[in-house]
């Protein structure tokens, strides 16, 4: 999830609109979860709450990048990895009314330059091999290994986690990838030739002289993609009732790292990411996969179901009432496939097929 940022700063703007949304299902209540999960014996960060802050070592130094544990289960620790880049890890919230009820450890952290880590200015720090390397520093601090470790990547997190994979195959028990294709081109053709087609000519094309003329912090251009792009394809709920994480993590986005990386909206790619591309490294993925689209997303379902079947051992989740932000508008959809897939690769099922 990229430069939403400019989400937060119309809200105000948004509650004048009245958009359709498609609503959010009911929530199936959560078992307990069992009486071991709640045992913080041996964990340091018991005192803390769960908050770790973990020593990042860089080309400029030394930095501190914030974590959260939340449960104790040996087997099932997943670490999540927000959007952006330059977002919080706020907006995942949602796990914590699913997660727990399933037993499953999770792991939130503020990548380096986000709102509850070091925000270091120099600007060569924000590429993709150091954020990487990053990863891999704090799956050491936080202990995760190949007997237990799941990494969840959504959006940027998702180009993260695909480029880990990659990288450290040997330290992963299982992979996520939610809502973010393995091509940074063929999403900005998915923009371009899909996507922007659907949108009102007029405003589209105001939308791209504005940009034209570099003027992406104009009011005007924030309120043209609210109302024509993001609650179509970010988030199906009109912007009023964009839930609090969601608007938490807009306020405190790094606007900085993600126009340098991403470019000046969701609506396509620019920035120093324009042309990452794995799709001919998929087949060299071999840990057990789950790959999520969603009909109305910015990313193309069907590419993200090619991905599931491009690696060696995948699994695609499709919500199809969802966007971008698919733990949100299909929630019910998303956090049980994800659970199931979860709950699949510990019980040895996995890569058995979804009904």
């Known amino acids: 999830m990229q430069r939403l940022v400019v989400l937060a700063r119309t809200a105000v703007l948004a509650a004048a609109f009245l958009f359709i949304a498609v609503p959010v299902r009911a929530q199936t209540p959560t078992q307990a979860p ?15 709450g769960g908050v770790k802050m973990i ?79 990053e990863v891999e520093q704090v799956r050491k601090a936080l202990g995760l290994n ?28 299982g992979l996520i990838i939610s809502n973010m294709m393995a091509s940074a081109p063929a999403y900005d053709a998915y923009a371009h030739k899909v996507l922007m087609p659907q949108m009102d000519p007029k405003a589209l094309a105001e ?20 109302s024509h792009f993001y609650v179509k394809h970010v988030l199906r709920m009109p912007p009023q009732q964009w839930p609090d994480p969601v608007m938490r993590a807009l306020k405190h986005a790094n606007e900085t790292i993600y126009t340098l990386m991403q470019g000046p909206s969701e609506m396509g790619l620019s920035g120093r990411l324009e042309h990452w591309d794995v799709r001919p490294r998929l087949k060299d993925i071999a840990v057990p996969t789950l790959t999520i689209g969603a009909r109305y997303g910015t990313m193309d379902p069907k590419a993200m179901q090619r991905m599931a079947e491009r690696v060696q051992h995948g699994r695609y989740l499709y919500c199809p009432h969802g966007s971008h932000l698919a733990m949100y508008d299909d929630q019910k959809i998303y956090m049980d496939g994800v659970i199931r897939f979860i709950e699949d690769v510990d019980a040895g099922r996995f890569p058995a097929k979804t009904p």
């Open 146 to 173: 190949r007997d237990n470790f799941y990494l969840y990547g959504h959006s940027w997190g998702g180009i993260l986690a695909l480029e880990y994979a990659l990288k450290y195959p040997q330290h992963l028990k």
């Open 55 to 133: 020593p990042i070592t860089t080309p400029d130094g030394t930095f501190r990048v914030w974590t959260k544990r939340v449960g104790n289960n040996p087997r099932i620790k997943v670490l999540l990895l927000h959007g952006g880049p330059g977002m919080t890890h706020e907006y995942l919230e949602a796990f914590d009314s699913y997660f727990p009820g399933a037993g499953i450890q999770y792991y939130y952290y503020d990548q380096l330059g986000s709102f509850y880590s070091d925000q270091p200015e120099d600007t060569k720090l924000w590429t993709l091999p150091r954020f990487v390397d």
């Open 34 to 48: 069992p009486a071991s999960y709640y045992d913080h014996s041996g964990y340091p960060d018991a005192f803390s």
């Open 207 to 226: 939308i791209l002289k504005l940009e034209k003329a570099g003027k992406t912090h104009d009011p005007k251009y924030m309120d043209l993609l609210m």
